[in-house]
């Protein structure tokens, strides 16, 4: 269930993504719904230029991107103007992503997987990249 708030560091990460081109890639953890979800964090544009995502790119610049960025410019310029919810909203945009879920890694290998996730709906937060495998003390006997 979406709550009305928002994580200001998760916000943060996902209106930076890949604002720096030496800003390396950095890799996020997250819960969501029951969920575990990691990845690369993009930039939203980034986003809708994967391959995956391409179908959707003019869509998403002609009724998000662009009438959000007009009705920004309307409130910066002083006027008063009501942001409509649905484009307030804030998402965080990951490549590479895998999630795990009753104990089953996905996506299958070898097939990309890019995602977006409302930020209000995430309830925990790691900054490193999760890996399934063998406990640490386990690798190197």
């Known amino acids: 269930m979406s709550r009305n708030d928002t994580n200001l560091l998760i916000k943060a990460i996902s209106e930076n993504a890949h604002r720096n081109e030496d800003y390396p ?16 964090a993009i930039s939203e544009e980034e986003f809708f230029e994967l391959e995956e995502n391409s179908l959707w790119k003019e869509f998403f610049y002609s009724h998000i991107k662009e009438p959000r960025e007009e009705i920004i410019k309307k409130l910066d310029d002083g006027e008063e103007i009501k942001f409509p919810d649905s484009l307030k909203e804030h998402f965080l945009y990951l490549k590479d992503a895998k999630y795990i879920q009753n104990s089953k890694l996905f996506p299958a290998a070898g097939r990309p997987l890019s995602i977006q996730i409302r930020v209000s709906d995430i309830s925990t937060l790691s900054l490193v990249e999760f890996c399934q495998g063998k406990p640490a003390d386990e690798q190197n006997p």
């Open 25 to 40: 890639d950095f890799y996020v953890t997250v819960g969501v719904g029951g969920s575990v979800i990691t990845g690369t």
